[in-house]
Structure formats: structure tokens, C-alpha cells
Nanobody, 120 residues
Framework: QVQLVESGGGLVQAGGSLTLSCTAS????????MGWYRQAPGKQRELVAR???????NYADSVKGRFTISRDYAKNTVYLQMNSLKPEDTAVYYC??????????????WGQGTQVTVSS
């Protein structure tokens, strides 16, 4: 009942920038958290950045100072601004949302992923 649609991936040279967007739609009482994960070839999916309801944010050490996550609560949208991109940032990036779909039920949802490729 909840769909996450991502956009903004692509190919960029090292040192460049990209901005990812993800919008949630469907049966939503509230969204408790949204974030971004990534998975590089042959590696486990890892947290990139996360923001719960509120003003706090969490970042992987590898992206601190380069990436910025933000939410537009009215639009059920999360953004990931990526600056100073490095080849090691190359991965499929997945949007995540913890969505309250019933008064006492929270489910996790994932987008289909968007490819980010950083060339050297």
C-alpha cells in the first residue's frame, strides 16, 4: 500500500555532485523515519544517512561532511545531496521509510534503487 519512488541517480565525475529524491505515497498515517542505504557490487547494503521524525540526522562516517539528508514532511519526500563524490561512492542507492500504516503498526518500505556511478 506504500510506494517509494526514487530519482536523481546517474553518472558523474569524481568531485561532482548529485541529488537523490524519494517520495512516499499510499496509505500513510505517518512516516517515522526516512533514509538512504547503498549497496556496492559484492558488498552488503549499508546505511548512508537517516533522518527520523524531528531534527536529528545520522550519517555513515564515510559520507560525513559530503552528503546532506533532508526531509520535506508535507511532501513525504527525502533528499540526499551528495557533494565531492568519490569512486567508492559508486553503488545502487535505496530509499528507506519506516511508515506507520495503522495506529499501532509500522512497516519498513524500500525503493527499487537508483544507480550512482562516479568515474575517476
Amino acid at each position: 500500500q506504500v510506494q517509494l519512488v526514487e530519482s536523481g541517480g546517474g553518472l558523474v565525475q569524481a568531485g561532482g555532485s548529485l541529488t537523490l529524491s524519494c517520495t512516499a505515497s499510499g496509505t500513510i498515517f505517518s512516516i517515522n523515519a526516512m533514509g538512504w542505504y547503498r549497496q556496492a557490487p559484492g558488498k552488503q547494503r549499508e546505511l548512508v544517512a537517516r533522518v527520523p521524525s524531528g531534527v536529528s540526522t545520522n550519517y555513515a562516517d564515510s559520507v560525513k561532511g559530503r552528503f546532506t539528508i533532508s526531509r520535506d514532511y508535507a511532501k513525504n519526500t527525502v533528499y540526499l545531496q551528495m557533494n565531492s563524490l568519490k569512486p567508492e561512492d559508486t553503488a545502487v542507492y535505496y530509499c528507506y521509510a519506516a511508515v506507520r500504516v495503522l495506529p499501532t503498526r509500522q512497516n519498513d518500505y524500500w525503493g527499487q534503487g537508483t544507480q550512482v556511478t562516479v568515474s575517476s
